[in-house]
C-alpha cells in the first residue's frame, strides 16, 4: 500500500512538472530588445512605446493570459483569434521571450497593413499631424494591438474631427479606450521606465489619458487578426 502511494505521488509530481510554465518576469528594455530583434517586424512597431504596451497588457509576465490572449504581448490564440488547439497555445505560452515575440510578428504585420495604420505611419514617418494630432509611436501601437476595424475608425475620426473618437469594431463594442487615449498612455510610460532603442532613450511622453485607464489591464486584440504560423520549434 506504502508502495503504491509513493508510486502515486511520483507520478502526480511527474506530471505537475510536465505541465508547469516556464514563465519569465521581463524588463521593459528586454520587450525592445526582442522587438528589434525581431526579423521582418514592421519597423514603426520597433519602439519603447510597443514595449510599454507590452508591459501594461502583460506586466512583463511571459506566461499572462486570460479567456483570449496569450504571453508577452496577449497574442489571442483563442476561438475569437487564430484559434489554435491547447496544446500549441500552451506551447506558446511556455517559450521565451524572444519566440513569443517572433510568433507575433506576422499577426502584428497583418495589422499594419490597414489603411488607418498606414495614414498613422506615413504622418509619423513625415513628422505630419493629423488635423493638429501629434502621431506617436504609441499610436501606431495601439492601432497594431486594437486590430485593423478599430483602428480604421478612429483615424477616419482623427482626420474629420482632430480626434479618435470612440473604441467601435464593427461588432456592436463600443466605448472605453481609442488609439489615442491608449497610445498616449503606452508613450507615458515608454517615457518613464528605462528603455532604449539603438541607443537613443524614448521621449514619446504625452498626458496620460483619465478614461478608465488602468496600468497592467489586458486588451484583446482584434478577433479579426490574420493566421500566424507557430514557430519551428514550437511545432
Known amino acids: 500500500m506504502i508502495r503504491r502511494l509513493v508510486a502515486l505521488l511520483t507520478s502526480l509530481i511527474f506530471l505537475h ?14 520587450v525592445a530588445d526582442a522587438l528589434n530583434n525581431a526579423q521582418g517586424l514592421q519597423s514603426g512597431l520597433k519602439s519603447c512605446s510597443m514595449a510599454a504596451m507590452a508591459m501594461i497588457e502583460s506586466g512583463g509576465n511571459t506566461c499572462a493570459h486570460n479567456a ?13 483569434g ?22 507575433w510578428v506576422q499577426t502584428a504585420n497583418s495589422n499594419t497593413s490597414s ?3 498606414q495614414t498613422l505611419l506615413a504622418s509619423y514617418s513625415s513628422n505630419s499631424p493629423i488635423d493638429g494630432y501629434k502621431v506617436t509611436g504609441g499610436t501606431l501601437a495601439a492601432c497594431e494591438q486594437f486590430g485593423a476595424v478599430v483602428c ?18 464593427g461588432a456592436g463594442h463600443t466605448g472605453g479606450q481609442s488609439v489615442c487615449s491608449w497610445g498616449q498612455h503606452a508613450d507615458q510610460q515608454a517615457a518613464n ?4 532603442l ?14 478608465n485607464t488602468t496600468p497592467g489591464t489586458i486588451i484583446s486584440p482584434s478577433p479579426g487578426n490574420a493566421p500566424v504560423s507557430l514557430p519551428p520549434n514550437l511545432a
Request: proline fraction near 2%; charged fraction near 10%.
Open 152 to 169: 480604421n475608425h478612429n483615424v477616419q475620426s482623427l482626420q474629420s474631427t482632430g480626434g479618435c473618437g470612440l473604441y467601435t469594431d
Open 115 to 117: 489603411w488607418g495604420y
Open 82 to 103: 487564430l484559434g489554435w488547439s491547447q496544446g500549441t497555445i500552451d506551447a506558446y505560452r511556455n517559450a521565451d521571450l524572444q519566440t513569443q515575440v517572433d510568433g
Open 68 to 80: 483570449c490572449c496569450v504571453g508577452i504581448l496577449q497574442l489571442n490564440l483563442g476561438p475569437t
Open 193 to 196: 521606465q528605462n528603455c532604449t
Open 198 to 211: 539603438n541607443g537613443s532613450k524614448s521621449n514619446g511622453g504625452t498626458s496620460c489619458p483619465t478614461n
Open 17 to 30: 512538472a510536465m505541465t508547469a510554465f516556464a514563465c519569465e518576469t521581463v524588463t521593459a528594455q528586454q
